[in-house]
């Protein structure tokens, strides 16, 4: 089993920046990548970021994120980061944490974010 907690939403102003942490617990030998997701009201769940576990950290973003969110993560503590800068009122939603195995298996509750313009 595998459990996923997301925490660091709020409400923030445009232009304002959040982290966002997803700490995971349980088994967790077999995850070998981390993402982040969102999904606005009315809209389907998009990824928005992930991250390989391995040394080389690779990573990938969204176009509509790329030069504002970082995802990064700390191994030793199960834990992933979204750290999101100059947010924009679309960037509103709620984001979700999630593990892969095979695909993305595992899933946090979400933390909504919301961007006031």
């Known amino acids: 089993q595998v459990q996923l907690v997301e925490s660091g939403g709020g409400l923030v102003q445009a232009g304002g920046s959040l982290r966002l942490s997803c700490a995971a617990s349980?088994?967790?030998?077999?995850?070998?990548?981390m993402g982040w997701y969102r999904q606005a009201p009315g809209k389907q769940r998009e990824l928005v970021a992930t991250i390989t576990i391995t040394s080389g950290r690779s990573t990938w973003y969204a176009d509509s994120v790329k030069g504002r969110f970082t995802i990064s993560r700390d191994h030793a503590a199960n834990t992933v980061y979204l750290q999101m800068n100059s947010l924009k009122p679309e960037d509103t939603a709620v984001y979700y944490c999630a593990a892969k195995r095979v695909a993305y298996d595992y899933w946090g509750q979400g933390t909504q974010v919301t961007v006031s313009s």
């Open positions: 349980g088994f967790i030998s077999a995850i070998n990548a």
